[in-house]
């Protein structure tokens, strides 16, 4: 058995996953001889994405899931995440093991199979499962057989109803305050123990609470386990926990019917049990099965049972009819599909014997809020520069020693809601994001030549590309990130990231985010494709002469409005923060607009709080991290970071790692520069402006002082005195600039 090591790191989220990975972390040759080298003894079964087997782990039986190549359904257009992952499960097994790490510190449901062990080797991806009392079988292989009683199918509905209610309720100890949705709900993927608990052990498609919550996403049409999916995942917006309750549905008739979908993947010409269900359901009605002799779907050979009892039969059958229907609105929550279940005789009979049965109202015993949120510390109104000078005067060279806070869900901040307002789509389902070779993005830039490289971005470069005669940019990541420490294992989390980001239709539309036309996933080769045909990166064009006065006040407005946008407090999602702003992740395209391009660090909103650990070791790009990094004002690092994107801009400058070993280059060059200016008291406004900007058409000597003194606020090293984007917009359109040239440059006031 394996050496239970200690392993030094963060006590961070993702940190403590990687120390259970270490912990109970299996070889190869353990993993094989754990499942007696997968035997056909041991084989239980198939799941979505591969196969199940019993084995043995330091003494205890187990059950092991092992991912494999090949998924056992095929992945549908629009499946993004399905495709992202298709052949390369770890993040699936990343999600899986954060979500039960994050369930292990409150408290499990005594319906979710807890991890063991992991093997996470070159030929096997595998989780190991300890269900106590030991599983007897899967529910799928289960069902069809005739020793499998009415109580114990009962049991097994009532206990997993309770899961799913658990599931579906938002937890107060998760700062999203999303619901988990299951989205590939299948009876292979339970397991039921000796006491005939069911005990849910695959999450591959999980979304929500901790993890990426993507119901609202375009194109993403996960379509779960076939004959258990919901037939409106068809329709781009109808993704919700109601899916979860029609995947119940079913598993409810099958476990009422004795009937179960059979396949090998391909669902076409196969009858479903819901369709069966309806068809019987219909004809016993309209055959006269009314009045005493309501319709039931419950075979004949389980009304033998000691505790079966018709009234019940007919009760679950309607349930189940009910959670099947076809419009989304009319099926019930999982919390009224618990009170119905509460109601039936052989429920209430065995209430004091069943372990879900014990827990209040289902879930109201796991939920327990274990967090105490954090004051924000409020915010002071801004001193003059030469006040601040004398008390924050070398401050802003100083670079504290360690990482952010790794406890960062005990911040208030992320136990507010925020939403997004703004842009509907226009992108619809003829949009979907596409899937390309490495072949395909080797002809688009020409091979990555150096005369298509636009330049690098922290976690890879950036290329021109053309593809069918129109312009656009290619992406590409690199295997070992050269920038962040250990920052390349992450970038599939990343580019996953980015997908659900850019599908999501509160972003798709925005006009200072790149469009993105599709993706490369093969081994280790991760690319993004843009609609955008570039003019360069604005770490390219900042220092040269023939970016104009008026350009740069176009990108200053422009991308203050997008940090406006993303961080606006609106309901339900925490804020968005882009925690890498950098001059090289920002493109202009032909009329000088920026475009965003990368989101590698990116938390909030819809991408959730463990990317903040996953994120830990990255404060930044080079020239813009924060002075105050380690405080709980993620908001303000952004600003920071727009404090010396506006100092470049209207000075010419921009950091480069070759010049200083000084960090806040930028910025610890304004501050000097304004000290020199206290000391000489030279002019009548301190103004940081380049000389030969100075004289072109539409530069206002009170724009330049205006702009230099909001630019030094931004990048002040007390991040309460910085002020908020949207009083940053506010002063922008004050600008001689702005209301005299709106029109000429381009944007709206």
Request: glycine fraction near 8%; proline fraction near 4%; aromatic fraction near 10%.
């Amino acid at each position: 058995m394996p050496q239970k090591e200690e392993v030094a790191g963060s006590s961070s989220l993702s940190g403590r996953c990687d120390r259970i990975l270490a912990v109970f972390g299996l070889t190869e040759e353990e993993l094989e001889k754990c499942v007696n080298g997968f035997s056909e003894e041991n084989f239980i079964g198939k799941f979505q994405f591969g196969d199940v087997y019993r084995g043995t782990y330091d003494g205890d039986d187990v059950i092991v899931k092992v991912w494999t190549k090949h998924d056992r359904y095929k992945v549908l257009a629009g499946e993004n995440e399905g495709r992202v992952l298709a052949g390369e499960n770890e993040g699936r097994l990343k999600d899986e093991m954060v979500l039960h790490h994050y369930f292990s510190r409150y408290e499990f449901h005594p319906n979710a199979a807890k991890l063991q062990a992991f093997c996470r080797r070159d030929r096997y991806l595998a989780a190991i499962y300890l269900p106590n009392p030991m599983a007897i079988d899967t529910l799928h292989n289960l069902i069809e057989k005739d020793t499998f009683t009415w109580e114990q199918r009962i049991k097994v509905a009532f206990g997993f109803a309770s899961l799913l209610q658990y599931m579906h309720t938002p937890h107060p100890n998760c700062p999203s305050n999303f619901p988990y949705l299951i989205c590939n709900i299948d009876a292979a993927h339970i397991l039921v123990d000796q006491d005939h608990e069911p005990l849910l052990f695959d999450f591959s498609m999980i979304s929500g609470g901790m993890l990426t919550d993507k119901r609202d996403l375009l194109n993403h049409c996960i379509q779960g386990c076939c004959a258990y999916s919901d037939p409106n995942f068809a329709q781009p917006g109808e993704w919700s926990e109601k899916c979860d309750v029609f995947s119940y549905g079913v598993l409810l008739l099958s476990l009422i019917s004795k009937r179960i979908h059979k396949d090998d993947g391909d669902c076409t010409n196969v009858p479903f049990v819901y369709e069966w269900a309806k068809n019987e359901h219909k004809q016993q009605n309209s055959a006269g099965w009314f009045g005493n002799f309501k319709s039931s779907l419950v075979h004949r050979s389980l009304e033998l049972g000691p505790d079966f009892n018709f009234s019940d039969a007919i009760g679950i059958t309607n349930l189940a009819m009910l959670c099947v229907e076809y419009d989304p609105q009319k099926r019930p929550t999982m919390k009224r599909v618990v009170k119905h279940m509460k109601k039936l005789h052989i429920v209430r009979h065995n209430a004091n014997g069943w372990e879900c049965c014990k827990m209040p109202n289902g879930v109201n015993e796991v939920l327990k809020t274990r967090f105490r949120s954090k004051p924000r510390p409020g915010q002071l109104p801004f001193n003059h520069l030469k006040h601040r000078m004398r008390k924050t005067r070398g401050c802003h060279q100083t670079l504290s020693s360690g990482p952010e806070s790794s406890d960062s869900m005990s911040c208030s901040d992320l136990n507010q809601e925020f939403d997004l307002r703004g842009f509907k789509s226009s992108f619809g389902v003829n949009n979907a994001i596409k899937v390309f070779s490495s072949d395909d993005l080797s002809t688009y830039t020409g091979g990555f030549s150096k005369e298509n490289l636009i330049g690098e971005f922290q976690f890879g470069k950036v290329f021109r590309g053309v593809r069918e005669g129109k312009k656009v940019i290619v992406k590409t990541w690199w295997g070992s990130n050269r920038k962040c420490y250990g920052g390349g294992a992450c970038n599939a989390e990343r580019l996953k990231d980015e997908i659900s980001l850019l599908q999501h239709p509160r972003l798709l539309s925005h006009p200072n985010l790149v469009k993105m036309i599709g993706y490369c996933f093969e081994e280790e080769k991760l690319d993004a494709v843009y609609d955008l045909d570039p003019q360069d990166s604005l770490h390219n064009l900042a220092p040269k002469d023939e970016f104009t006065w008026l350009q740069r006040m176009k990108v200053i407005y422009e991308f203050a409005k997008l940090l406006e946008f993303l961080q606006a407090p609106n309901p339900t999602h925490v804020p968005y923060r882009l925690g890498n702003i950098d001059a090289e992740h920002i493109i202009l395209d032909k009329e000088y607009s920026p475009k965003l391009i990368d989101f590698g660090a990116t938390v909030g909103g819809i991408i959730l709080s463990f990317r903040d650990s996953r994120n830990m070791c990255l404060w930044g790009c080079y020239g813009y991290i924060d002075s105050c990094f380690d405080s709980g004002a993620y908001e303000a690092r952004d600003i920071f970071a727009y404090g010396i994107i506006l100092l470049c801009l209207i000075s010419k400058r921009i950091p480069r790692e070759d010049e200083s070993d000084e960090i806040f280059l930028a910025g610890k060059w304004a501050w000097d520069e304004y000290d020199k200016w206290v000391d000489e008291e030279e002019g009548s406004g301190f103004s940081l402006v380049h000389e030969d900007l100075r004289e072109e058409v539409g530069f206002d000597p009170n724009d330049g002082v205006a702009l230099t003194k909001l630019g030094l606020e931004c990048v002040d090293c007390d991040d309460s005195n910085r002020p908020s984007m949207e009083k940053v917009v506010k002063r922008l359109r004050n600008l001689h600039v702005i209301r005299s040239h709106a029109e000429e440059m381009g944007i709206q006031k």
